[in-house]
Antibody, heavy 120, light 113 residues
């Protein structure tokens, strides 16, 4: 089955850290750029960042709102991407999704999302 | 950053009638080297992740009904639902993936009149 499965969400205090995982199956993970998108309750989606493929030097890019605090990585041997979130703020509270982009197909696979709540 | 502006914010259409949503980007999302527009359309229902309907501005995702179509190039794009069905009630977003940061439009809520 073609799917992405996010995990690792939870409740964390402001200033804390959390690491999300995005496990892929059923498609060529190593040929896919992985993007993270978040959505706060009642709001539209917000792009968080992406990591490209080995062929594109695993290049990363981030939204200004998370740059310097969040880091995206991937392990192609495990078909898994990660989102390390540090110095979390209340405004980072959202459902976090991963999705994929290739040269031919765009964002046609999404996970079910994992909830991150930043609160004291 | 590329700003995506969608219109209208909401839309009420009778069953079987046409629904049209517009999206304008603040700069071109047409990549000249491959002549592709880096523009996608998503449908989102409550409690679900966004679902891609259209990418490369006009390529319909597999399994998406052919009543959904995308058109446009450069900075102006349109999503058309040719004959609205009850299951099409949702919020629709355009998104550019031409250059980071990827950006979404503000969304258009489609309802039944």
């Amino acid at each position: 089955e073609v799917q992405l499965v996010e995990s690792g969400g939870g409740l964390v205090q402001p200033g804390g850290s959390l690491k999300l995982s995005c496990a892929a199956s059923g498609f060529s993970f190593s040929d896919s750029a992985i993007h993270w998108v978040r959505q706060a309750s009642g709001k539209g989606p917000e792009w968080v960042g992406r990591i490209r493929t080995k062929a594109k030097s695993y290049a990363t890019a981030y939204a200004a709102s998370v740059k310097g605090r969040f880091t995206i990585s991937r392990d192609d041997s495990k078909n898994t991407a990660y989102l390390q979130m540090n110095s979390l703020k209340i405004e980072d509270t959202a459902v976090y999704y991963c999705t994929r982009l290739t040269g031919e197909e765009a964002f046609n696979i999404w996970g079910q999302g994992t909830m991150v709540t930043v609160s004291s | 950053d590329i700003v995506m502006t969608q219109s209208p914010d909401s839309l009420a259409v009778s069953l079987g009638e046409r629904a049209t949503i517009n999206c304008k980007s603040s700069q071109s999302v047409l990549y000249s080297s491959n002549n592709k527009n880096y523009l996608a359309w998503f449908q989102q229902k409550p409690g679900q992740p966004p679902k891609v309907l259209i990418y490369w501005a006009s390529t319909r995702e597999s399994g998406v009904p052919d009543r959904f179509s995308g058109s446009g190039s450069g900075t102006d794009f349109t999503l058309t639902i040719s004959s609205l069905q009850a299951e099409d009630v949702a919020v629709y977003y355009c998104q550019q993936y031409y250059s980071p940061p990827l950006t979404f439009g503000g969304g258009t809520k489609v309802e039944i009149k």
